[in-house]
């Protein structure tokens, strides 16, 4: 029999189901390819073509022996139907590890510049829970190596050390299979930014013989900490510091204001040789007041300070009043007092309300940190510190804030730090179109 009377006698089709059932998860946008893998596939695409084919069965059962073609058609029915990875993100107590993070500390300043960090690079991708808690946030996953992945992360941005453990949920004797729950507990460093320290005296002389009142300027992988009266530095890592671990002295609580009268700069001849020094920094002469004495007496103190390069008289700074100070710290008490200056300058105070209309700029967030008066200071205050310092927002994906890009710019006599819009990213936002699906994406 020829090909085309063979076509016309002969269904090569028989058998061959003409309808097809396809579970689409709604939640991740996936396909369920038999028996328990979900793939990612759009509309029309290679991924979803091989889905269905997959699902045709008697395909290879067709005549043998002569070449035809027939065209059929096939109607697929898509189901909605939940996979497990979701299911679980949903019911939001299902979780094999658990990440906690803590950081015994006055501020919060470290925690929000390492959630920005974990944001940029999507260490929390994987968790299928976020919590704050009172010290710090707990991250859930389903799997162990992905709890483990991000205690790695932390442990490359910030100085830390963590603690494992794990607890047994159930056992199956007659396989011997064992289901446990993870526990890794991360234990920030307590400095933070700005904390005024008193090193252990062996720390300070394995740290190039730096003084041991210093100031912590930066906290990135490490601890940078500045002797504001000879600029030099040195960092301090996580190992160092679990080593010798010591509390800070003072943070930005404890501070006092002062009014700038006189600055003098330092000559070179009198600043430190053959140690490493901040070139950031200018070394200067300072005469301040207390706030509090202005118009009742003019007692002025004089001090050295590594901020030369920000202050002038008239202006206003934070930092700490050693003449009235009541310290309990073991290490402090042992400084003889020619050590320890009258007042140690911290930073310099600009307008809150002219840096507040020139920030034109917002973050992201992964959970709600925020919940009291006293941390939205804090934020603030870490907003400012990005403001300020370049090299610490080099981490952070700063996003352009639509409802502030208008508004008329505002020029002040005093240079605020503020950041150009050359360093900020275009938000994302998914746009509705008219019937009420989701359209193509925009920048906004």
């Given at each position: 029999?020829?090909?085309a009377c063979?076509?016309?006698?002969?269904?090569?089709t028989?058998?061959?189901?003409?309808?097809?059932?396809l579970?689409f998860?709604?939640?991740?946008?996936?396909?369920?390819?038999?028996?328990s893998?979900?793939?990612?596939?759009?509309l029309?695409?290679r991924?979803?073509?091989?889905?269905?084919?997959?699902?045709?069965?008697?395909l290879?059962?067709?005549?043998?022996?002569?070449?035809?073609?027939?065209i059929?058609?096939?109607e697929?029915?898509?189901?909605?139907n939940m996979c497990?990875?979701?299911?679980?993100?949903?019911?939001?107590d299902?979780w094999?590890?658990?990440?906690?993070?803590r950081?015994?500390?006055?501020h919060?300043?470290?925690?929000?510049y390492?959630?920005?960090l974990?944001?940029?690079?999507?260490?929390?991708?994987?968790?299928?829970?976020?919590?704050?808690?009172?010290?710090?946030l707990?991250?859930?996953?389903?799997k162990?190596?992905?709890?483990?992945?991000?205690?790695?992360f932390?442990?490359?941005?910030?100085?830390?050390?963590?603690?494992?453990?794990?607890?047994l949920?159930?056992?199956?004797?007659?396989?011997?299979?064992?289901n446990?729950k993870?526990?890794?507990?991360?234990?920030?460093v307590?400095?933070?930014?700005?904390?005024?320290v008193?090193?252990?005296?062996k720390?300070?002389?394995?740290?190039?013989?730096?003084?041991?009142?210093?100031?912590?300027?930066?906290v990135?992988?490490?601890?940078?900490l500045?002797d504001?009266?000879?600029?030099?530095?040195a960092?301090?890592?996580?190992q160092?510091?679990?080593?010798?671990?010591?509390?800070?002295?003072?943070?930005?609580?404890n501070?006092?204001?002062f009014?700038?009268?006189n600055?003098?700069?330092?000559?070179?001849?009198?600043?430190?040789?053959?140690v490493p020094s901040?070139?950031?920094?200018?070394l200067v002469?300072?005469?301040?007041?207390?706030?509090s004495d202005?118009?009742s007496?003019?007692?002025?103190?004089?001090t050295r300070?590594?901020?030369?390069?920000?202050l002038h008289?008239?202006?206003?700074?934070?930092?700490?009043?050693?003449t009235?100070?009541?310290l309990?710290?073991?290490?402090?008490?042992?400084?003889?007092?020619?050590?320890?200056?009258?007042v140690?300058?911290?930073?310099?105070?600009f307008d809150?309300?002219?840096?507040?209309?020139?920030?034109?700029?917002?973050?992201?967030?992964?959970?709600?940190?925020i919940?009291?008066e006293?941390?939205?200071?804090e934020?603030?205050?870490f907003?400012?510190?990005?403001e300020?310092?370049?090299?610490?927002?080099?981490?952070?994906?700063?996003?352009?804030d639509a409802?502030?890009l208008?508004?008329?710019?505002?020029?002040d006599?005093?240079?605020?730090?503020?950041?150009?819009?050359?360093e900020?990213?275009?938000?994302?936002?998914?746009?509705?179109?008219a019937?009420?699906?989701?359209g193509?994406?925009?920048?906004?």
């Open positions: 029999m020829c090909v063979l076509r016309t006698k002969e269904d090569i028989e058998g061959i189901p003409k309808q097809g059932v579970y998860c709604q939640s991740c946008e996936r396909y369920l390819q038999p028996p893998t979900w793939i990612a596939a759009q029309e695409s991924e979803l073509l091989s889905v269905c084919l997959k699902k045709l069965k008697g290879n059962r067709v005549q043998s022996g002569a070449v035809l073609q027939q059929f058609v096939v697929y029915v898509v189901q909605n497990e990875n979701c299911h679980r993100v949903e019911a939001k299902f094999r590890a658990v990440v906690q993070v950081q015994k500390a006055d919060k300043k470290t925690f929000f390492l959630e920005q974990i944001l940029k690079h999507r260490a929390h991708s994987n968790t299928v829970n976020i919590k704050p808690m009172a010290d710090g707990d991250f859930y996953f389903v162990q190596d992905d709890g483990r992945k991000l205690v790695d932390l442990s490359a941005v910030v100085p830390c050390k963590y603690a494992t453990a794990k607890e949920v159930s056992h199956d004797v007659h396989n011997n299979t064992y446990f993870h526990t890794f507990s991360v234990d920030i307590p400095v933070c930014k700005d904390n005024i008193c090193l252990p005296s720390l300070a002389q394995h740290l190039g013989s730096i003084s041991r009142l210093c100031i912590c300027y930066r990135t992988h490490c601890i940078h500045i504001p009266a000879t600029l030099q530095i960092e301090m890592s996580s160092m510091f679990w080593r010798m671990p010591f509390r800070p002295l003072v943070g930005p609580r501070f006092t204001e009014m700038v009268m600055v003098e700069r330092i000559e070179g001849k009198d600043k430190p040789h053959r901040s070139a950031k920094h200018l002469d300072v005469w301040v007041a207390r706030m202005l118009g007496n003019d007692h002025q103190f004089h300070s590594h901020l030369g390069h920000l008289a008239g202006d206003t700074v934070l930092g700490y009043d050693f009235c100070c009541n309990n710290h073991p290490e402090f008490e042992q400084l003889p007092a020619s050590r320890v200056p009258d140690m300058l911290v930073k310099k105070v809150r309300t002219k840096r507040n209309r020139r920030r034109k700029w917002k973050l992201k967030h992964m959970a709600d940190v919940e009291t006293s941390q939205e200071n934020y603030v205050e907003l400012e510190d990005l300020e310092d370049q090299d610490l927002r080099q981490g952070v994906n700063i996003y352009k409802g502030k208008n508004a008329e710019e505002e020029t006599d005093e240079e605020v730090p503020f950041i150009s819009l050359g900020m990213l275009e938000d994302l936002h998914i746009v509705e179109d019937t009420g699906g989701e193509d994406p925009m920048m906004e």
